[in-house]
DNA sequence: CAAAATACGTAACATAAGATACAGCGCTCC
DNA sequence: GGAGCGCTGTATCTTATGTTACGTATTTTG
């Protein structure tokens, strides 16, 4: 039996030509409310014609438009009388996705609970102190995360870089590492051999290692300044790094925060260089 | 000020006529429901006439009842898209981290609310199928997502691609994606002009689209088999790809139970290479 | 108690919404 | 490469929705 109507949707999006999938995809999109507006808007979110929309609902078996309103207003008002159905989609509750993301919303509480705010505000502030210069790496699942991170950093103050490829590459950029610079590590298990050489050396040369791992610590715990320890179990065989990546997006935020006013200089000049 | 129109609505319905009233009480008794009905529906519920029904919506302020109409839904749709963060993790109250992280879970709940089970199922179902290869692609901040989801399918399944570097680079890969691969892209505000032309000829080369953006759906929606919209707006100058990394591991771990059998086989073998 | 003012509903109107017919286009299959 | 099918958009039409004018009822006030 179908419930909703976004399950009947998701039902026969497959078997739905082109045009009406795009009306499927954006209704989902933001559910229900775009199926509340008139069928000219609708179609203009979608970016289809009227006629369109209109056999968009008629697949789904409705007679008319008003009609797929009312099945969508009775389900609002079934959903906004119960809240505490509103907490997860009926369809997902006990699907496949559900125990992935219950271990997920875990890690992230667990991880936040052990990080204290002054840990992240000593942290970003060493990040946001502009002395030397920034790098960041991680290890063979974790380099997104330095990327991301990177990526971010770079747009908000200069002299920020991501060290990739060869194990060589990198390790000749040794040279140009000292006392005033900062090296944010991504390392979580199996824990990289060449991360840790990396970091030793790296810590004898006086650099300021962050390292980013999960709760049994790499290795590199022993040489770095600042440990952030996320919870990676999720019903898989492998680690998740979710944790790890919101802690990420958290500081830049506070980094982006301590910065504000040389931050927002940067980012006009960005903007006008292009 | 005044927030919400139930506000409004109490605020003055002291100063109101008899007919108006039971308009007010009506709208009120199961807000906003009855106010995104048609004038006449509305009038029948409250027992009074259509120009009273129109005069009180005039009281509130109101030009006309479209424009009412549009205010219920701005209202409903800031309510559903932030579902009660105060539910959970009334604890954790108070830190620099906490906004944050606040508006991640929420992300996370909302992002999985609009994803059916059976989205997710094909996704991978269409990921394990091992008839062609996949190809992942991503934006200036989402790139890192792709090299993510990249390296962990690349262990599970052959075949598997990350398209970096240059535009002319992944441009002129093209020329080995036909009707039976697959190209996973990652597109989110401001969505990327070269992007949208590698995913029209793609497209037109019957390469089969998966897309993961943002709420607002990126042009390349238009192209994509399969949409997967994740919500990105954090306290902070910039958008949030948490949701969007979440569902990335959700899918790794689908099509890794989908490809147990052979996936298995697949990692031992990787583990004896070393 | 009477008179005025206000509120309310009926009915006619204008407008904008949803529905339909049709032609062009792209796609698939021979 | 050509014929057929199916999807999509433009333009037209129809419906019903929101709006307004006006007369009646009701309440309020002097």
Redesign the interface.
Known sequence: MVSSI??LI??R??AMPAGER?AA??L????P?TG??TVAEFSAAA?VSSPTILRFVARLGFQNYPEFQSAL?DE??AQ??S?AS????P??AG???SP??EA??DN??ET??H???KQ??DIAARLAERRGKTFLIGG??T???A??MA??LAIIQPDVYHLAGQESIWRDRLIDMGKRDVLVIFDIRRYQESLVRFAEKAHHRGVQIILFTDQWLSPIARFARHVIAGRTA?????D???AL??VA??L???V??QLEAAGAKR?RDLESLR
Do not use: C
């Open positions: 976004a399950e998701s039902d999006i497959g795009r995809q954006t989902i999109a933001n559910y409310l509340l507006k970016g207003q609002l008002a906004l009388q809240p509103r907490t997860l989609n369809g997902s699907g496949a996705a992935m993301l997920t919303l992230l509480r936040f609970r990080l204290t705010d992240l505000t063979r699942f380099d997104p995360l990327r991301y990526a971010h999720v019903p898989s065989a492998w998740s790094s979710a990546f919101v997006e958290t830049i935020g506070a982006t925060r980012i």
